[in-house]
Structures are given as structure tokens and as C-alpha cells.
């Protein structure tokens, strides 16, 4: 766990409930994309608030999800999901997820987003801001 921690610092912690499970005892894969997009609203909220995107206009809509099942997780469990980045473009970027069990101590699923920027007011594509692709480029491994 020390080993995850180094890696994504400010990982987003989940606490896996009861209600994610399904009729196999572990946890539904759709409760995941849940988790991911937990984890990509509490990144931006922390280093570039959806908020303040809004307030001009523009803002992230995920054009393209994946996950990865690994392990099987169960009630009740805490994760920690940690973030990256890569291909980062003119106006779109992928984001990495690794799920970490706090009681498997292992990482029991990887998934990616591809967000693509887009302007609300013009109905299209935009250019990713130049202080959101500096945090992005920061999140690159």
C-alpha cells in the first residue's frame, strides 16, 4: 500500500457499500465507472475546479471509458483509486485509474477516460486551458 500511496498521493478514497455488490456477491462492474468518475471529479475539484471551467463555458465530457477486472471486490472494502495521464492533444486527454484494495492490499482493477474539452456556449471542441494541461503533463508516468 505504502508502494500506491508514493505513487498517487492525493488517490480518492471510496468506501465500497453495501448497494454496490450484485447477484454474484462482488462488486457490479458499472460501480466502477462510478468510482472513476469520483476519483476525475475529486482530481478536478482539487487541482482545476469543474466549477470555474463551467463558469466559462467549457468543461471535460468523457467521449470514451474502459475498464479492466482484475480481482473480484467485496462489502465491505475501502479503495483508493489513484489517477494519471497520457496522450494528452490539443483538445483531448486520456486518464488512467488503478484501483487499490485496502483489504486485498492489491490493485483489483485499471481502467482509462478519454475526455475531450468542449465549449458549451459554441456547441463544439475546444483547446485544452494551458493551466489544465500543466497539471495534466505533471500527471504523466
Not at 475529486?42 to 487541482?47: L, P
Not at 478519454?114 to 500527471?139: C, E, H, S, W, Y
Request: hydrophobic letters at 35%; proline letters at 4%.
Amino acid at each position: 500500500m505504502d508502494d500506491f500511496k508514493q505513487r498517487y498521493p492525493d488517490a480518492c478514497y471510496i468506501k465500497v457499500t453495501w448497494g454496490d455488490m450484485d447477484a454474484l456477491q462482488h462488486v457490479n462492474n458499472v460501480a466502477y465507472f462510478r468510482y472513476f468518475e469520483d476519483a476525475r471529479i475529486e482530481f478536478f475539484n482539487r487541482d482545476f475546479p469543474l466549477t470555474e471551467m463551467y463558469k466559462c463555458g467549457i468543461g471535460p465530457v468523457i467521449s470514451e471509458n474502459h475498464a479492466s477486472y482484475r480481482k473480484p471486490v467485496v462489502y465491505p472494502d475501502t479503495l483508493l483509486v489513484g489517477i494519471s495521464s497520457s496522450h494528452i492533444g490539443e483538445d483531448r486527454f486520456t486518464l488512467h485509474y488503478e484501483v487499490f484494495s485496502t483489504q486485498q492490499q492489491c490493485i483489483t482493477t485499471t481502467g482509462s477516460s478519454v475526455a475531450v474539452m468542449f465549449d458549451f456556449n459554441q456547441g463544439q471542441k475546444t483547446a485544452i486551458p494551458a493551466d489544465l494541461r500543466a497539471i495534466l503533463q505533471r500527471l504523466q508516468q
